[in-house]
């Protein structure tokens, strides 16, 4: 299934070793545990800053860790992501900031970090090195370094690093039980062969979806997925993709599909366990769309609980946008106009 022509940096193999990352991310924070541990206490809000795909993971761990605070029955402290800039008005000293950059040379996430750090609010810095690790230890901020497999790896492929580090971080700190852990390296465990089954089937979807214009969407509660699929296919195949959510979009954005300018695709991930009228809105949009004649292909979220649910609906989409890219005689993993945006900044 190799094609090192077209992918010369291997992406494959880091779509197909995504299981590992979970393992990892958890042992970069233990190396961590002494400069963590000061920073127990209760705390009312959590804010994650970053940018791109060290954003990403960001929304993802949200979603399980309001899944857990049901199933296991501790208090959801409010856990959201800031992606500029400055500090939102909830920023205090009653809230963590964990700061993420892959490079650690962010531009906009460094210029939060010195925000922050000069009003001395809690923090604590995520990067695999750069100015951010550099200003961490300046300023004697909690810091975790993140694991960098091989040259060229790039930051939206290392959700599982970032959401395992999250996690940890919030155990050491008090807010989370330790028991997430065990639960999530256990689920680990089963993704290698889903990954594995999942190739041929993204594979096939991916290439049909050359020269079209790929638009997802989920439910409101799992619109990270959406949006996370919608930016590998931007990045890994260089290629326009849109994405939104029910039923927000059946108010608004369906209607612009009356008149298309171009050939959209539509992927609607859906879990069976949603709202029956949320199921419904899947159903009626799907044979709406059919009707006008355009392409509709849902996407059954598949897995027993959320952690599942979540990570294997993502390594699907890694396998549709990484073979797009190929059907497009694209490398899928460097993403020059970004370095080339940042060099004219």
Not at 35 to 42: D, G, H, T
Not at 250 to 266: D, I, L, R
Not at 319 to 331: E, F, G, H, N, P
Request: proline share 6%.
């Amino acid at each position: 299934m190799e094609n090192r022509e077209k992918d010369p940096s291997n992406m494959r193999k880091v779509i197909l070793e995504e299981y590992a990352q979970f393992q990892e991310g958890f042992c970069t924070v233990d190396n961590a545990t002494k400069e963590i541990i000061p920073l127990v206490k209760p705390y009312k809000r959590i804010l994650v800053f970053g940018m791109g795909g060290s954003a990403l993971p960001c929304d993802i761990t949200d979603i399980y860790i309001r899944d857990a605070a049901v199933r296991l029955h501790f208090p959801y402290i409010p856990f959201s992501s800031f992606r500029s800039y400055e500090t939102p008005l909830e920023s205090s000293k009653e809230t963590l900031h964990i700061i993420c950059s892959h490079s650690g040379n962010t531009e906009e996430t460094l210029s939060a970090l010195e925000v922050i750090a000069k009003k001395g609010f809690p923090l604590i810095g995520v990067s695999s090195g750069g100015t951010l690790e550099r200003r961490c230890l300046e300023l004697d901020i909690p810091f975790v370094k993140l694991p960098i497999p091989f040259l060229n790896f790039q930051p939206r492929m290392a959700s599982g690093h970032f959401f395992s580090v999250l996690i940890g971080i919030l155990i050491r700190s008090g807010i989370l039980p330790e028991i997430l852990r065990e639960e999530i390296l256990s689920e680990a465990k089963n993704m290698q062969q889903c990954i594995e089954n999942q190739e041929m089937i993204a594979k096939e979807i991916g290439e049909s979806l050359k020269g079209k214009t790929p638009i997802i969407y989920s439910s409101e509660r799992f619109r990270a997925l959406a949006m996370t699929w919608k930016i590998k296919i931007n990045e890994n195949a260089k290629t326009p993709a849109f994405w939104n959510y029910f039923p927000e979009l059946n108010h608004n954005e369906m209607v612009g599909f009356t008149y298309p300018q171009a050939e959209f695709s539509f992927f609607l991930l859906r879990d069976e366990d949603e709202d029956p009228r949320i199921l419904r809105r899947f159903e009626v949009f799907s044979q709406l769309m059919k009707k006008a004649g355009r392409e509709v292909k849902i996407i059954d979220i598949s897995g027993n609980t959320v952690y599942s649910k979540l990570f294997s609906t993502l390594s699907f989409g890694d396998w549709v946008s990484y073979y797009l890219a190929l059907a497009y005689d694209i490398d899928p993993t460097p993403v020059d106009m970004v370095e080339a945006f940042k060099k004219m900044l």
